[in-house]
């Protein structure tokens, strides 16, 4: 163990300088340096205004259309979770503080928290997708390649079947563009232009896939209430059934009461 620690470590030491050496490379590769910075410089843009986009308008408006309450409300309770996530860039890292603001101040079941919230910081990464596919089209406009209806549906479907397969650590996403960019014949070599600009679309995107779990366990919670009901007097009546001081207490009581 301490030998795998070891080379861990040197592994962590070392990737920083290999990182900006592919980095470097690139940059010298490029012919125009200014046109490819304000091309990085709007593919920032839409990305973030795609994610935020989905955050406070879809995600909102699924929300109060099925649970009929204030989704802003409900998103302020996730405050904390949401800038963890952001600093982290991993869903998985900022789920002990998810838990705890589902149950505190969201007051979402924990039965259906802790079950919803795990499953979908594994699969659900619709950040990611979003992502994918539009550095997947960046990359190829950027080498003049042109995209028909075919390609795009292409590159959605890829991206979104992708996204189930990528991990909750930081910049996973550029690991799954190679599928996306060979299945349109793209350069897959430009992925690491893309490195000088994911320690911030991989925390913009976290937070989206963050979100999207804690809003599909509260529509989930939403949709089982009955269930959960009737858990909770089966679990009562069970209860009394194996305590039958308490249950004579609770007939002596409801005796009283008619009385």
């Known amino acids: 163990d301490q030998v795998i620690m070891k080379m861990v470590y040197m592994v962590m030491w070392v990737s920083p300088v290999g990182i900006a050496s592919v ?3 690139k940059v010298l590769g490029v012919s125009d340096l200014a046109l490819v910075v304000s091309q990085l410089g709007l593919l920032i843009v839409t990305v973030c205004s795609g994610i935020f986009f989905y955050q406070f308008v ?46 505190e101040n969201n007051h979402v079941d924990p ?82 232009l893309l490195w000088a600009i994911d320690w911030f679309l991989d925390r913009c995107r976290t937070t989206n896939n963050m979100l999207g779990d804690c809003y599909g366990a509260a529509i989930v ?10 858990m909770d007097k089966l679990e009562v009546e069970d209860q009394e059934m194996k305590d039958p001081e308490a249950q004579s207490v609770s007939t002596h009581q409801s005796a009283s009461t008619d009385l």
Do not use: H
Request: charged share 10%; aromatic share 10%; proline share 4%.
């Open 23 to 25: 980095i470097a490379a």
């Open 58 to 103: 879809c995600l909102q408006l699924i929300y109060f259309l099925i649970v009929r309450k204030n989704p802003f409300k409900f998103w302020w309770g996730l405050f904390q979770s949401w800038m963890t996530a952001f600093a982290t860039a991993s869903t998985a890292a900022a789920l002990p503080i998810t838990f705890r603001c589902m149950q």
């Open 111 to 192: 039965r259906v928290s802790k079950f919803v919230i795990p499953i979908g910081a594994t699969v659900n990464m619709d950040g990611t997708a979003l992502f994918v596919t539009t550095a997947s089209i960046f990359i190829a406009q950027m080498n003049n390649i042109p995209l028909d209806a075919g390609a795009y549906a292409t590159v959605v479907l890829t991206s979104t079947a992708a996204s189930i397969a990528a991990a909750s650590v930081p910049s996973a996403a550029l690991v799954l563009m190679l599928l996306v960019l060979t299945a349109i014949d793209a350069p897959y070599q430009d992925v690491s």
């Open 221 to 230: 919670e939403s949709l089982s209430k009955k269930e959960l009901e009737m």
